[in-house]
């Protein structure tokens, strides 16, 4: 799969240390949490007085992506009769190479040399940026976090807040470079300053593009439209300036009609942003019709299988209903210990480390679908009902089936298991385990380094106490 | 009522006194109570880390073993999860294990939501004099539903005051192996726990799940703080010794 030889999310473990120990990253992630969980607590809390009832809202959405995914061919068949009608070219790519491809033979046909870009994430599966500056077309990115990252030259470590592990420090000590300012010209933290240079350098790039290439949140079968839902104005920018517009978009990505998309945008913005709606929602629909005075002169959609066709009728079906809302990640403490880019692909979080393993290969993330306390935050607040940490729970299932856990973690396993099934030799093993911790104690009865599991005492202490086991004292009662 | 005890093998182990604290509180209730003497493991260890087979091996013997009785009691919600969520589903295709995993899991109980929902009489319990501060455990809150039933148990024990932290129902970071395989990612996670038990400056941290509990105490230790105890909910509400 494409994907997979650009991943590195075999490195997840060295990467997690490092996140770790960057001391700037963490001032971010613990600045951001917060903020993510408390408005959206405030978004649901509301949901009542607004007259509706979270649960089933949900339910509705669930039903809503099961009822496209039960039947993805028909509804991807519908979409495409319905957008030729509407005077738009339909795409199909197989992986992240042929994305390339198509765009860039688009670019070449309309004579392309400067594109600009709202957010999709499927150009980052594709590693679409840097096969268009390739081709000699010059992507550039509009959304003030994407901007942010690709002047910083990284990858998106959020979903929907790409820049999130940026502090305000870094972002206006790279603006000052980029934008050829001297730092001390203006107070850090001014952002609405910030945010004033950025657009004005993006104003000319919105006016001298020939190109536009966004995602889209839902594609609607029953009108042929791409539905963008975005907090700034450049989606429109790039989606209506250019006499271009490409939509590259997976597969599972549809919804049959208008209304269903309506009532999955109750819960989106409020899982993403607590938002009860987001400041622009636009549903685009064909091309440039003679009396309109703007919207492009064509209209491509790409449509990406990218590994998601594999997972219909699988046991990970239910991952395909994801809305890409970010919630699972914006509770999650792991991902919150360590940002997105530890995970080492495309998508973080626990929607990524079920979605990494899937899409780049079981074998090529061996750790994300551990790198998660179970604890199920993420399942509770996803908006479509995923079983997340089922899902990792399965992955996990599959490595041990296809013979790709360390040997000594199987070994332990077996030697445990077969340990358990021999209650009187257990009884005995552990009592002498008892001991074992007793005689390794300090005088405060505490334990600073455990051999047996060095990472955990590298951080703490393991208190152990003096008295006989539990199955000792019951049996000394017994008697007496 | 004849019921079975259940005790964790991080009871057995490391803090055997919750096991002892559960037993009085469980007799002084009314119950007859028995600890199975062939109990090992749930086969948690083996489940979460993804090994099917040996974690159904594990559960079929948990089964027999605990069958038979009235009610089983867990003091510890992270393996009532296992027993009440997990074995019906590891056993579902067994035409023989799956109505018996089911017969269990309905007469599983975690030892709070036994004491408050199930048994429902007064309990003779211990004094408490000072705060504390409850951890929610995510296999217990999420899995099981265990909220109110531990708070409305202490709020009955005398001199006990109550002191909300922040945050209480995130996780400590413990997540059994995942602590052990990832633990500087662990360490940051139970450091924001720590944080918030320091904020709400309570004289103890208590919770219903021994693997938590060790994890908190062991980085509040680590961190330096020597005075703030660590108890689990059985310890509190019996006393810790009698
Ligand atoms: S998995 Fe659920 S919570 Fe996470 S991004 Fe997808 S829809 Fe949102």
Redesign the interface.
């Known amino acids: 799969m494409a994907g997979a030889k650009h991943s590195q999310a075999m490195f997840f473990?060295a990467r997690?240390?490092e996140k770790?120990r960057n001391k700037v990253l963490?001032k971010a992630l613990q600045k951001a949490k917060p903020l993510f969980v408390g408005k959206r607590a405030k978004a649901m809390a509301a949901l009542p007085e607004d007259g509706f009832e979270f649960e089933a809202l949900r339910s509705a959405c669930v039903d809503i992506r099961n009822r496209v995914l039960g039947d993805l061919d028909v509804w991807l068949e519908l979409f495409e009769e319905k957008a030729k009608a509407t005077g738009a070219e339909v795409l199909w790519a197989r992986d992240g190479d042929e994305i390339c491809d198509l765009v860039i033979d688009v670019a070449r046909r309309h004579g392309v040399t400067k594109a600009t870009k709202s957010k999709s994430m499927l150009s980052e599966e594709a590693h679409l940026n840097e096969a268009l500056a390739a081709a000699g077309i010059r992507p550039v990115e509009t959304d003030l976090g994407e901007y942010i990252i690709q002047l910083a030259g990284e990858t998106p470590s959020h979903i929907i807040a790409p820049a999130v592990h940026k502090t305000i420090e870094e972002v206006e000590a790279l603006f000052a470079e980029e934008h050829g300012r001297p730092l001390e010209t203006r107070t850090s933290a001014d952002i609405p300053a910030m945010t004033r240079e950025a657009r004005e350098v993006l104003r000319q790039h919105f006016l001298s593009a020939d190109m536009g290439i966004t995602g889209a949140n839902f594609l609607i079968a029953e009108t042929g439209s791409a539905a963008l839902v975005t907090n700034e104005g450049n989606g429109r920018m790039v989606t209506t300036l250019p006499r271009v517009h490409v939509v590259v978009t997976g597969i599972e990505k549809i919804v049959p009609t208008l209304d269903d998309f309506a009532t999955l945008m109750r819960l989106l913005p409020r899982s993403a942003t607590g938002q009860t709606i987001s400041n622009y929602v636009s549903l685009l629909t064909g091309t440039k019709q003679p009396g309109d005075s703007d919207g492009p002169e064509k209209t491509v959609f790409i449509l990406v299988d990218n590994g998601r066709a594999n997972l219909l009728g699988s046991a990970y079906q239910e991952m395909l209903r994801c809305i890409r809302c970010g919630a699972c990640m914006n509770h999650c403490?792991?991902y919150f210990?360590?940002g997105g880019h530890a995970y080492g692909w495309v998508y973080p979080g626990p929607m990524g480390s079920v979605l990494t393993p899937l899409y780049t290969g079981i074998e090529n993330a061996l750790d994300l679908?551990?790198?998660?306390?179970?604890?199920?935050?993420c399942?509770?607040v996803c908006p479509v009902r995923i079983p997340l940490p089922g899902l990792m729970?399965r992955?996990?299932?599959?490595?041990?089936e296809r013979g790709l856990?360390p040997l000594g973690?199987?070994f332990a396993?077996?030697a445990?298991?077969w340990?358990?099934?021999k209650?009187r030799l257990?009884r005995w093993v552990?009592r002498r385990?008892?001991r074992y911790?007793n005689w390794l104690a300090d005088d405060s009865g505490?334990i600073r380094i455990l051999g047996m599991?060095?990472?955990?005492?590298?951080?703490?202490?393991?208190?152990?106490?003096a008295?006989?086991?539990?199955?000792?004292?019951?049996a000394a009662r017994k008697r007496a | 009522m004849r019921l079975a005890l259940y005790v964790t093998c991080l009871v057995d182990l490391i803090r055997p006194s919750v096991g002892m604290a559960s037993l009085r509180l469980l007799e002084a209730a009314g119950c007859e109570v028995i600890v199975p003497e062939s109990q090992t493991c749930c086969g948690q260890p083996a489940w979460s880390a993804g090994n099917r087979p040996l974690a159904a091996e594990l559960a079929k013997k948990a089964i027999s073993e605990l069958e038979g009785y009235d009610y089983v009691v867990i003091p510890s919600g992270s393996c009532t999860d296992q027993v009440r969520n997990i074995y019906p589903q590891l056993l579902a295709d067994d035409p023989v294990w799956a109505p018996r995993a089911q017969q269990l899991a309905a007469r599983t109980f975690e030892l709070t939501t036994f004491l408050a929902d199930v048994l429902r009489v007064e309990l003779p319990l211990a004094d408490f004099a000072g705060s504390v501060t409850y951890h929610d455990s995510c296999k217990g809150l999420r899995g099981l539903g265990i909220k109110r039933q531990p708070r409305e148990l202490l709020l009955k024990v005398r001199g006990l005051t109550l002191d909300e932290m922040a945050d209480c129902e995130e996780c400590c970071g413990f997540g059994g192996a995942f602590s052990v395989k990832f633990g500087d990612i662990s360490t940051q996670i139970v450091d924001r726990k720590c944080e918030s038990i320091a904020k709400v400056g309570a004289d103890a941290v208590v919770g219903g799940d021994l693997g938590c509990l060790i994890n908190i105490e062991g980085r509040l230790r680590r961190r330096g703080d020597e005075t703030t105890r660590v108890l689990h909910i059985a310890e509190v509400l019996a006393g810790e010794e009698s």
């Open positions: 473990q997690a240390g770790i963490q403490p792991v210990s360590l679908p551990h790198a998660s306390t179970g604890c199920n935050q399942g509770t729970h992955l996990r299932e599959e490595q041990v856990r973690e199987s396993l077996k445990w298991a340990l358990a099934g209650p257990y552990v385990a008892s911790l505490r599991a060095p990472g955990w005492t590298a951080g703490r202490d393991l208190s152990v106490p008295g006989k086991t539990f199955h000792e004292q019951y």
